[in-house]
C-alpha cells in the first residue's frame, strides 16, 4: 500500500520559511516523478513544484519560482519543499503526490496525471 506522509507546515510570518516532508513508502520511488500542489480555501488545487525521478530536472509554478525549491532524498524516500520569502498567498493545504514514470528527467504538472496523494498539511502565512 503506498503511503505518502507530509510533515513541517505550521504558523509562519511573512517573509519567513518552512520546509516541508514527504515521506513515502510502499512505492519504487527511484521510478517516480515527486511533485507539491497546493489548494487554498475556495480555491482548485494547483501545482506548485515537482522533480524528476533522477532528481536532476525540477519545474516550478511561476508563482513560487526563485523562492520555493523542491529536492528528494532516495536514501530516505523523502521529497522535501523548502519554502522562503513566504507570503499570506502561500497559505493552503500542500500535498504530496507520486507518479511512476518511465523516463528518468520527465516531469507532470497536472494533478491528474499523478497516481498517489498524500493527506497534505497546513502552512499558514501571517501578514
Known amino acids: 500500500q503506498v503511503q505518502l506522509v507530509e510533515s513541517g507546515g505550521g504558523l509562519v510570518q511573512a517573509g519567513g520559511s518552512l520546509r516541508l516532508s514527504c515521506a513515502a513508502s510502499g512505492l519504487t520511488f527511484s521510478t517516480s516523478v515527486m511533485g507539491w500542489f497546493r489548494q487554498a480555501p475556495g480555491k482548485e488545487r494547483e501545482f506548485v513544484a515537482a522533480?524528476?525521478?533522477?532528481?536532476?530536472?525540477?519545474y516550478y509554478a511561476d508563482s513560487v519560482k526563485g523562492r520555493f525549491t523542491i529536492s528528494r532524498d532516495t536514501t530516505t524516500n523523502t521529497v522535501y519543499l523548502q519554502m522562503n520569502s513566504l507570503r499570506p498567498e502561500d497559505t493552503a493545504v500542500y500535498y504530496c503526490?507520486?507518479?511512476?514514470?518511465?523516463?528518468?528527467?520527465?516531469?507532470?504538472?497536472?494533478?491528474?496525471?499523478?497516481?498517489?496523494w498524500g493527506q497534505g498539511t497546513q502552512v499558514t502565512v501571517s501578514s
Open positions: 503526490a507520486a507518479k511512476e514514470a518511465i523516463y528518468t528527467r520527465s516531469v507532470y504538472y497536472y494533478d491528474r496525471e499523478y497516481h498517489y
Open positions: 522533480i524528476s525521478r533522477s532528481g536532476d530536472n525540477t
